[in-house]
C-alpha cells in the first residue's frame, strides 16, 4: 500500500471520527435538553439591574424620547438572585393548549377565530392572547411559577452589561419580521428556536421579537393590580423596547395579541417536569387563515355602531381601512364646574333617541345640566357635537374627555408612540414620545399639559400615522374653549383632545369635535384641520401658524 492511500484511508477515518463526535454531541445535547424539558440552569449571581434617573437621560437622547419613557424599568439596584431554572423558550400554542384541555381554563380569544384553536403551523409559536392570570395560572399547573423582573434580567443580561443582551448595537443578530398588514386574529410570531429572536449567554431565546412576557412584579393602580411584562413582541418597533431593562406594566387582566410568558422553577431542583402539548386534530393553515382575513371591501362613509342603553359607547368602522374597528367612548367624564360629575365607572341617566349606521343621538341628564350628543359619520370623517345646556342661574363651566380608542386596528394601535403626533401652539407636529408622561403613573396612561405644546393653544390635534406610513386616524377641536389639553393612552391607544367652555345661566354652549380617516401625511391632515375649522385668523410666525378660531354655533337662550 502506497504512502499516498495509507494519508487517504488517514484523512478518511478522520474525518469520520470528527462526524460522529459532532453527532455525539448533538444527541447528548438533545438528550440534557430532554432531561431539562426545555428549560435552562441559571446559576446565582451579582448584578446590578433595571436604569437610573442618568442612564434614562442619555438613553432618552439616543431613542428620541422625554427621560420620563422609560418610568416603567426597575429602579437601578444591585441584587444576588439565587440559582433557578428558566424555560428556553416561552411557552408554545401547544403547550397551552394541554394546559385548557386539562382545566378548562378559557381560551384566547383569537383562537375561536378558527374554531377554537390554532392554525397549524402555530403550534411550535408562543402562545400570545393571554392575561398576567392567565399566564399564573399556567404556571400554577405545570408545577412552576413566573419568573420575577430581576430573575428575568439575569436571565437575558450580558456579562457587560449592555443595553441590548447582545451589545450595544442595534438590531445586532435580530431578524425580526416587518409585515405589511398586520392582525390581531393571525398574530405575527415565529416558531421558536429560529436563532432570530434573542438569544443570551445563559441559552435563554426568543425574549426580542416574539412576545411581551408577564413576570411576577405588581403594583396596586386605579384600584386593580397591575403586573409588569418585560421583553419585546413581534409587533414592537421600537429599539426602546428591545433593551434587557425595559418594562411595560399593564392591568394583569389584560390581554392582548403580543402578551405571552414562560416559567421558572428553584434552582435547588436537579431537572424540571415535563411541560405536556397538545395538537387540535383539525385545524386551518395559515395561508388559508389569512386569505380569510384579506378580503377586499367597497369603500364608503364611517359606519357608526352605536351600543345603547345606558352606554355611552359607540365603534366606528372604515371599510377603506379594513374590517376593523376603532372605539369611541363619548364622553368617558364629564367635569362641571371643575368638579366630577361622570366618570368612566359611573352608569349615567341617558336616552337614546337616534341610533343608525350614518347617525347617532342621546340625551344625558343631571341635576344642573343637561347634554344632548350627536354623532355624525359622512365621507371620511365623524362629526361629534356636545350641547350643553346650563339649568341653574349661575355660569358653568363645561368640560368632557371623549376616549377615541384605536386599540382594535392594528395598523394604527401604537403603544410605543412613535407613530403619534400632537399639533404644537406654533403650528409643528411633535411626537408624542417627545412629551412627558403625567404624573407618577404607569405607561398605560400618559399626556402632555397644554404648557408643554405651547402658550396660548387655541385648538387641539392629535394623529395616529398607520404602520405603512400611508394612513392616518386623527382626531381634533377648536373653537371658543379654554384649557386645551391633549392625552394618549399607550396601553390603549387612546387619543383624548379636550377642552373647557363656558355656559351662562339658563343658556346652551355647544363644543364641536370631529374623528378623521385620511391617506396622506400630516400636512394633508393640517390642511383638512385648518378647512373644517376655518380659522378667522392665521398669524405667521416662525414654524408655522397660530390659528385663532371663531366659537362654535350653538350658544343661544334655552327655551
Same mark, same amino acid.
Given at each position: 500500500?502506497?504512502?499516498?492511500?495509507?494519508?487517504?484511508?488517514?484523512?478518511?477515518?478522520?474525518?469520520?471520527?470528527?462526524?460522529?463526535?459532532?453527532?455525539?454531541?448533538?444527541?447528548?445535547?438533545?438528550?440534557?435538553?430532554?432531561?431539562?424539558?426545555?428549560?435552562?440552569?441559571?446559576?446565582?449571581?451579582?448584578?446590578?439591574?433595571?436604569?437610573?434617573?442618568?442612564?434614562?437621560?442619555?438613553?432618552?437622547?439616543?431613542?428620541?424620547?422625554?427621560?420620563?419613557?422609560?418610568?416603567?424599568?426597575?429602579?437601578?439596584?444591585?441584587?444576588?438572585?439565587?440559582?433557578?431554572?428558566?424555560?428556553?423558550?416561552?411557552?408554545?400554542?401547544?403547550?397551552?393548549?394541554?394546559?385548557?384541555?386539562?382545566?378548562?381554563?378559557?381560551?384566547?380569544?383569537?383562537? /375561536?377565530?378558527?374554531?377554537?384553536?390554532?392554525?397549524?403551523?402555530?403550534?411550535?409559536?408562543?402562545?400570545?392572547?393571554?392575561?398576567?392570570?392567565?399566564?399564573?395560572?399556567?404556571?400554577?399547573?405545570?408545577?412552576?411559577?413566573?419568573?420575577?423582573?430581576?430573575?428575568?434580567?439575569?436571565?437575558?443580561?450580558?456579562?457587560?452589561?449592555?443595553?441590548?443582551?447582545?451589545?450595544?448595537?442595534?438590531? /445586532?443578530?435580530?431578524?425580526?419580521?416587518?409585515?405589511?398588514?398586520?392582525?390581531?386574529?393571525?398574530?405575527?410570531?415565529?416558531?421558536?428556536?429560529?436563532?432570530?429572536?434573542?438569544?443570551?449567554?445563559?441559552?435563554?431565546?426568543?425574549?426580542?421579537?416574539?412576545?411581551?412576557?408577564?413576570?411576577?412584579?405588581?403594583?396596586?393602580?386605579?384600584?386593580?393590580?397591575?403586573?409588569?411584562?418585560?421583553?419585546?413582541?413581534?409587533?414592537?418597533?421600537?429599539?426602546?423596547?428591545?433593551?434587557?431593562?425595559?418594562?411595560?406594566?399593564?392591568?394583569?387582566?389584560?390581554?392582548?395579541?403580543?402578551?405571552?410568558?414562560?416559567?421558572?422553577?428553584?434552582?435547588?431542583?436537579?431537572?424540571?417536569?415535563?411541560?405536556?402539548?397538545?395538537?387540535?386534530?383539525?385545524?386551518?393553515?395559515?395561508?388559508?387563515?389569512?386569505?380569510?382575513?384579506?378580503?377586499?371591501?367597497?369603500?364608503?362613509?364611517?359606519?357608526?355602531?352605536?351600543? =345603547?342603553?345606558?352606554?355611552?359607547?359607540?365603534?366606528?368602522?372604515?371599510?377603506?381601512? /379594513?374590517?376593523?374597528?376603532?372605539?369611541?367612548?363619548?364622553?368617558?367624564?364629564?367635569?362641571?364646574? =371643575?368638579?366630577?360629575?361622570?366618570?368612566?365607572?359611573?352608569?349615567?341617566?341617558?336616552?337614546?333617541?337616534?341610533?343608525?349606521?350614518?347617525?347617532?343621538?342621546?340625551?344625558?341628564?343631571?341635576?344642573?345640566?343637561?347634554?344632548?350628543?350627536?354623532?355624525?359619520?359622512?365621507?371620511?370623517?365623524?362629526?361629534?357635537?356636545?350641547?350643553?345646556?346650563?339649568?341653574?342661574?349661575?355660569?358653568?363651566?363645561?368640560?368632557?374627555?371623549?376616549?377615541?380608542?384605536?386599540?382594535?386596528?392594528?395598523?394604527?394601535?401604537?403603544?410605543?408612540?412613535?407613530?403619534?403626533?400632537?399639533?404644537?401652539?406654533? /403650528?409643528?407636529?411633535?411626537?408624542?414620545?417627545?412629551?412627558?408622561?403625567?404624573?407618577?403613573?404607569?405607561?398605560?396612561?400618559?399626556?402632555?399639559?397644554?404648557?408643554?405644546?405651547?402658550?396660548?393653544?387655541?385648538?387641539?390635534?392629535?394623529?395616529?400615522?398607520?404602520?405603512?406610513?400611508?394612513?392616518?386616524?386623527?382626531?381634533?377641536?377648536?373653537?371658543?374653549?379654554?384649557?386645551?389639553?391633549?392625552?394618549?393612552?399607550?396601553?390603549?391607544?387612546?387619543?383624548?383632545?379636550?377642552?373647557?367652555?363656558?355656559?351662562?345661566?339658563?343658556?346652551?354652549?355647544?363644543?364641536?369635535?370631529?374623528?378623521?380617516?385620511?391617506?396622506?401625511?400630516?400636512?394633508?391632515?393640517?390642511?383638512?384641520?385648518?378647512?373644517?375649522?376655518?380659522?378667522?385668523?392665521?398669524?405667521?410666525?416662525?414654524?408655522?401658524?397660530?390659528?385663532?378660531?371663531?366659537?362654535?354655533?350653538?350658544?343661544?337662550?334655552?327655551?
Amino acid at each position: 500500500m502506497s504512502r499516498e492511500t495509507r494519508h487517504e484511508r488517514s484523512v478518511s477515518w478522520s474525518h469520520l471520527l470528527s462526524v460522529l463526535i459532532v453527532f455525539m454531541h448533538a444527541q447528548l445535547a438533545e438528550a440534557s435538553a430532554e432531561e431539562q424539558n426545555g428549560m435552562v440552569a441559571i446559576p446565582a449571581r451579582r448584578l446590578v439591574v433595571g436604569t437610573s434617573d442618568t442612564e434614562r437621560q442619555e438613553l432618552a437622547k439616543r431613542f428620541d424620547c422625554h427621560p420620563t419613557w422609560l418610568n416603567d424599568d426597575l429602579p437601578r439596584h444591585e441584587v444576588a438572585v439565587p440559582a433557578f431554572w428558566i424555560d428556553q423558550y416561552p411557552v408554545t400554542n401547544s403547550q397551552y393548549l394541554a394546559f385548557v384541555e386539562a382545566t378548562g381554563h378559557p381560551r384566547p380569544e383569537w383562537w /375561536g377565530r378558527w374554531g377554537g384553536v390554532f392554525p397549524t403551523e402555530y403550534a411550535n409559536h408562543p402562545v400570545v392572547g393571554v392575561s398576567g392570570e392567565d399566564a399564573a395560572a399556567y404556571a400554577k399547573w405545570a408545577g412552576k411559577r413566573l419568573p420575577s423582573a430581576d430573575e428575568w434580567e439575569a436571565a437575558v443580561a450580558g456579562a457587560d452589561g449592555s443595553v441590548f443582551a447582545w451589545g450595544n448595537a442595534w438590531p /445586532g443578530p435580530l431578524k425580526l419580521q416587518h409585515q405589511a398588514r398586520v392582525f390581531w386574529k393571525l398574530p405575527g410570531t415565529q416558531p421558536i428556536g429560529t436563532g432570530g429572536c434573542g438569544q443570551s449567554a445563559a441559552g435563554m431565546e426568543d425574549f426580542a421579537g416574539q412576545v411581551l412576557e408577564w413576570v411576577s412584579n405588581v403594583v396596586p393602580h386605579h384600584g386593580v393590580q397591575f403586573r409588569l411584562m418585560k421583553g419585546a413582541s413581534w409587533f414592537h418597533e421600537d429599539p426602546l423596547s428591545f433593551r434587557t431593562a425595559s418594562g411595560c406594566y399593564a392591568y394583569e387582566g389584560w390581554r392582548s395579541a403580543f402578551t405571552g410568558f414562560r416559567c421558572v422553577l428553584e434552582g435547588n431542583r436537579t431537572s424540571s417536569p415535563h411541560a405536556p402539548k397538545s395538537q387540535p386534530r383539525q385545524s386551518i393553515s395559515a395561508e388559508a387563515a389569512s386569505s380569510e382575513l384579506k378580503p377586499e371591501r367597497p369603500p364608503g362613509p364611517p359606519m357608526l355602531s352605536a351600543t =345603547g342603553g345606558n352606554s355611552r359607547h359607540l365603534s366606528i368602522r372604515f371599510p377603506k381601512f /379594513g374590517s376593523e374597528s376603532v372605539n369611541l367612548t363619548a364622553p368617558e367624564t364629564i367635569l362641571w364646574n =371643575g368638579s366630577s360629575v361622570m366618570t368612566w365607572r359611573q352608569t349615567p341617566d341617558i336616552t337614546w333617541t337616534e341610533r343608525t349606521a350614518e347617525r347617532a343621538v342621546y340625551e344625558m341628564r343631571f341635576p344642573e345640566l343637561r347634554l344632548h350628543a350627536e354623532f355624525i359619520a359622512q365621507g371620511d370623517f365623524v362629526e361629534q357635537r356636545f350641547a350643553v345646556a346650563n339649568l341653574t342661574d349661575k355660569p358653568g363651566t363645561f368640560r368632557t374627555s371623549s376616549c377615541f380608542n384605536l386599540q382594535g386596528h392594528p395598523m394604527f394601535y401604537d403603544c410605543e408612540q412613535r407613530r403619534t403626533y400632537a399639533l404644537t401652539a406654533d /403650528g409643528e407636529f411633535v411626537p408624542m414620545r417627545r412629551l412627558s408622561r403625567g404624573g407618577n403613573c404607569v405607561r398605560w396612561i400618559t399626556g402632555p399639559s397644554g404648557e408643554e405644546l405651547g402658550e396660548d393653544l387655541q385648538c387641539v390635534l392629535l394623529a395616529v400615522v398607520s404602520r405603512d406610513g400611508r394612513r392616518m386616524i386623527a382626531t381634533g377641536q377648536a373653537g371658543e374653549g379654554t384649557g386645551f389639553s391633549v392625552a394618549t393612552n399607550t396601553l390603549f391607544t387612546c387619543l383624548h383632545t379636550d377642552s373647557t367652555v363656558q355656559a351662562a345661566p339658563g343658556r346652551q354652549a355647544t363644543t364641536r369635535q370631529l374623528f378623521w380617516f385620511l391617506e396622506g401625511d400630516l400636512n394633508d391632515l393640517l390642511r383638512r384641520f385648518r378647512q373644517e375649522f376655518k380659522p378667522r385668523a392665521a398669524k405667521n410666525i416662525q414654524h408655522g401658524y397660530l390659528f385663532v378660531f371663531d366659537p362654535v354655533p350653538g350658544d343661544k337662550q334655552l327655551d
